[in-house]
């Protein structure tokens, strides 16, 4: 038993800047595309780090469900009627793959059928900040059982252990009573380069672990850091003559938590996936972190 | 819908630690401090006597990793050992940030521990995060992706009673609730050894989101740091009876009945609240003898840490003996509906050593 993505949605627009609307628009327009009633979603994981007013709690993922009216109230007449359950996981651009190994457990133990897995990034004030260097945006995937062994294959993880982060994203104390409409990213000068050669040996380590042909790989699906980025890891993996990649970075610029379903969407809707093609989800982030996953359609 | 179920690996908790810091604040103390002078009894409506604050130099992060040393004593694992790292507080603070959303907080404890082996992420669920890390855990290590690994959570939350104490205006506040809370760190490690003398049952959790924008926690514009805003009134009049048909489900989906249980574990909120939730237990188990595990006089809620400070608390007094059977209960904002059912054995708290003594008396 594996698991697979049934559908999946991205939303951008000029006129949303919230992070639970962004992602619960998203969420809609993949339910709308899976086939699904809502009250099928058993599951619900948002994995976005910027949110609305620096928001602690409830879970934005609670936020989300009832927004998009995902069995919000489990009880009707004294009775059971139907349940989700919903959280939010932070592991910043590589969310969603540490979400999906999240509900790989949870399906194949059968606490759920579908797991729905939202995501967006908005300054947490709400409103556009033209310095703000990530991309309003959101995103979902819909992932269901399979038995027909497609799906996601095995996903790893690699994180650094030394004291290098690369990357923060916080809200400072200093902020006093600004605290709710701010947010600080602080980058180190080498981060891009070194997330990349963490990408690079995360993805190099599975393609032998896991015995992966490069020739075999249909699409490179990553977190982009720039306009090079994808290019970059397919040559350095052997992958550039067979595999192509999705850049979401030239069209959108850096949509954090959502860039790899951004890429499979994207993949699909322009039809450059067909049944049994093999996709490779490569993640890297803040952390030192990274994630990567073959994925057969 | 009924599905075939992977059950190989049966879970238990191995291991447990926790960590309050020194300062003691008393309710009358903490009414005294604010700025409305109003005439509430805190410790009258509520049991909590008093509640553990944080030094100036502690933060979120402090809490959880002093927690999580302390669960590795008490374990048979070292930190190479773990798998998974999940974290899980509603609270982020480190050093002079307030809040920090990447790195994970999880990877920042997997540095500080050393679990080179471990791959890691942050659960975020209010009060419920501890037992939601609990559940994921729990699945992935029956499904066999893992062996074991270690929920952490730290709470450096009386930011909100601060935050109470500055800005009530008057007795019926929707931050009154923020009086309540007290800081504490926690960590559970879980493995796939359990047998019938020691094994997780069963872990159910419902959100009802519909009720999801009854309570906030977000920074303040009044005053600097956190602050929690809650209808507590429409929470508890209008959202809580729904916890007798999810337990009658959980009772007809699990056959649990009768004197099943020895204790109940529920978030600590208030003693009187406390007492309700054991009295609808008692009922609708129809289990007469259950008593209820509480250190909400000394420790007030302690948000997603406070039934495994409470748990600990109780082993390391040894006031639960080897075979307990002790059901979770959670509410939480989402609004999160949660319970696990567990029967307890062979979870020690290991005395300390002369030297670990020596140190300790010689740091305080």
Same mark, same amino acid.
């Given at each position: %038993?594996?698991?697979?993505?049934k ?14 609307e962004l ?5 809609e327009?993949? %339910?709308?595309n ?8 058993d599951?619900l ?7 609305d007013?620096?928001?602690?709690e409830?879970?934005i993922?609670?936020? +989300?469900q009832?927004?998009?009216g995902l069995n919000?109230?489990?009880v009707?007449?004294?009775n059971?009627i139907?349940?989700t359950?919903?959280f939010?996981?932070i592991k ?10 999240v509900a790989? $457990?949870?399906?194949?133990?059968? @606490?759920?059928?579908h797991?729905?897995?939202?995501s967006?990034d908005?300054h ?6 033209p310095?703000?260097p990530?991309?309003h945006?959101?995103?979902?995937a819909?992932?269901s059982r ?14 650094t252990t030394?004291s290098y982060? $690369? ?7 200093n902020e006093g ?6 947010i600080?990213?602080e980058?180190?000068k080498? =981060? ?10 995360t993805a190099?380590?599975?393609?032998q672990g896991?015995?992966?042909?490069p020739?075999?790989?249909k ?10 980025w994808?290019?970059d890891l397919?040559?350095s993996?052997? %992958?550039?003559h067979?595999?192509?990649s999705v850049n979401?970075y030239?069209?959108?610029?850096d949509?954090y938590?959502?860039?790899?379903i951004?890429g499979?969407?994207?993949?699909v ?24 996953? @073959?994925y057969?359609? | 819908?009924?599905m075939?179920? @992977?059950?190989?690996?049966?879970v238990?908790?191995e291991s447990?630690g926790?960590?309050?810091p020194?300062?003691i604040?008393s ?7 604010m700025?409305?002078k ?5 410790? @009258? ?5 008093y509640r553990?604050?944080?030094s100036?130099?502690?933060k979120s992060?402090?809490?959880a990793l002093n ?5 590795l004593?008490n374990s048979? =694992?070292?930190?190479?050992?773990i798998?998974v790292?999940?974290?899980?507080s509603?609270t982020?603070?480190v050093?002079?940030?307030?809040l ?7 990877q %920042? ?5 050393g679990a080179?082996r ?5 659960i ?5 995060g501890?037992?939601s ?8 290590i ?8 270690m929920?952490?959570?730290?709470? =450096?939350?009386?930011?909100?009673a601060d ?7 008057e007795?019926?506040?929707p931050q009154?609730a923020?009086?309540t +809370?007290g800081?504490a760190g926690?960590?559970v ?6 047998d019938?003398?020691?094994?997780i049952?069963?872990i159910e ?13 977000l920074p303040?514009?009044?005053t600097?740091g ?6 507590s009134?429409?929470?508890h009049?209008e959202?809580l009876?729904?916890v ?5 489900a ?7 009945d009768?004197?099943d249980y020895?204790?109940v574990?529920?978030?600590?909120t208030?003693?009187k609240?406390?007492?309700?939730g ?5 009922q609708h188990f ?5 008593a209820t595990?509480t250190?909400?006089q000394d420790f007030?809620?302690?948000a997603?840490?406070?039934h495994?400070l409470v748990? =600990?608390?109780?082993?390391k ?8 059977k002790?059901?979770f ?7 999160q509906?949660g319970?696990?059912?567990?029967k ?5 708290i290991?005395?300390?050593e002369?030297?670990?003594?020596e ?6």
């Amino acid at each position: %038993m594996g698991i697979v993505i049934k559908s999946s949605a991205i939303c951008v627009d000029p006129e949303s800047n919230s992070a639970v609307e962004l992602a619960a628009r998203a969420g809609e327009e993949c %339910m709308a595309n899976s086939g699904l009633r809502r009250e099928e979603v058993d599951l619900l994981i948002f994995t976005g780090v910027f949110r609305d007013d620096n928001i602690v709690e409830p879970a934005i993922a609670a936020l +989300v469900q009832k927004r998009m009216g995902l069995n919000t109230d489990p009880v009707s007449d004294g009775n059971v009627i139907g349940t989700t359950f919903s959280f939010d996981l932070i592991k910043g651009r590589c969310g969603f793959l540490y979400a999906a190994k999240v509900a790989q $457990g949870m399906i194949e133990n059968g @606490r759920a059928a579908h797991a729905l897995i939202v995501s967006s990034d908005v300054h947490p004030s709400c409103k556009y900040h033209p310095e703000f260097p990530i991309t309003h945006s959101g995103a979902a995937a819909l992932l269901s059982r399979t038995e027909n062994g497609r799906g996601f294959q095995k996903i790893i993880f690699n994180s650094t252990t030394d004291s290098y982060t $690369g990357e923060i994203v916080y809200v400072g104390e200093n902020e006093g009573t600004k605290a709710r409409k701010a947010i600080t990213i602080e980058r180190e000068k080498d =981060y891009i380069l070194r997330a990349g050669d963490l990408a690079r040996k995360t993805a190099k380590k599975y393609v032998q672990g896991e015995s992966v042909n490069p020739r075999n790989v249909k699409l490179l699906i990553t977190t982009p850091h720039g306009k090079s980025w994808e290019k970059d890891l397919s040559r350095s993996l052997g %992958m550039n003559h067979y595999t192509k990649s999705v850049n979401i970075y030239k069209k959108y610029g850096d949509t954090y938590s959502s860039a790899l379903i951004f890429g499979y969407f994207h993949a699909v809707r322009d039809e450059k996936l067909k049944e049994q093609d093999e996709v490779l989800f490569v993640a890297a982030g803040a952390g030192l972190s990274s994630a990567c996953c @073959r994925y057969i359609v | 819908m009924e599905m075939q179920i @992977r059950n190989e690996n049966r879970v238990r908790f191995e291991s447990i630690g926790a960590y309050v810091p020194e300062k003691i604040v008393s309710s009358e103390d903490l009414i005294n401090r604010m700025k409305m002078k109003i005439d509430v009894d805190v410790e @009258r409506i509520t049991g909590i006597k008093y509640r553990r604050c944080v030094s100036p130099s502690e933060k979120s992060f402090n809490l959880a990793l002093n927690a999580a040393h302390e669960c590795l004593r008490n374990s048979r =694992y070292t930190a190479v050992d773990i798998d998974v790292i999940i974290y899980t507080s509603i609270t982020r603070s480190v050093d002079d940030k307030m809040l920090q959303y990447d790195p994970a907080m999880s990877q %920042m404890i997997k540095k500080a521990i050393g679990a080179d082996r471990a791959f890691e992420f942050d659960i975020v669920n209010a009060c419920a995060g501890m037992l939601s890390g609990v559940y994921i855990l729990e699945s992935m290590i029956r499904s066999g992706a893992v062996k074991n690994g270690m929920v952490v959570s730290g709470e =450096y939350i009386t930011t909100i009673a601060d935050r109470a104490v500055d800005e009530i205006s008057e007795p019926l506040d929707p931050q009154f609730a923020s009086l309540t +809370v007290g800081d504490a760190g926690a960590a559970v490690i879980l493995d796939g050894d359990g047998d019938d003398s020691a094994c997780i049952d069963f872990i159910e959790f419902a959100t009802a989101a519909e009720f999801s924008e009854l309570a906030y926690g977000l920074p303040s514009e009044k005053t600097a740091g956190l602050q929690m805003v809650a209808d507590s009134k429409a929470i508890h009049m209008e959202v809580l009876g729904r916890v007798v048909p999810l337990l009658q489900a959980i009772r007809e989906k699990y056959n649990v009945d009768g004197d099943d249980y020895d204790y109940v574990l529920p978030h600590q909120t208030a003693l009187k609240i406390m007492e309700v939730g054991r009295q609808i237990l008692a009922q609708h188990f129809r289990t007469t003898r259950v008593a209820t595990l509480t250190r909400i006089q000394d420790f007030g809620n302690t948000a997603s840490t406070s039934h495994f400070l409470v748990l =600990y608390d109780h082993l390391k007094e040894k006031n639960i003996p080897d075979g307990s059977k002790i059901i979770f209960f959670v509410f939480a904002s989402g609004i999160q509906f949660g319970f696990l059912s567990t029967k307890i054995g062979g979870l020690k708290i290991k005395e300390l050593e002369n030297d670990e003594l020596e140190l300790t008396e010689w740091a305080s």
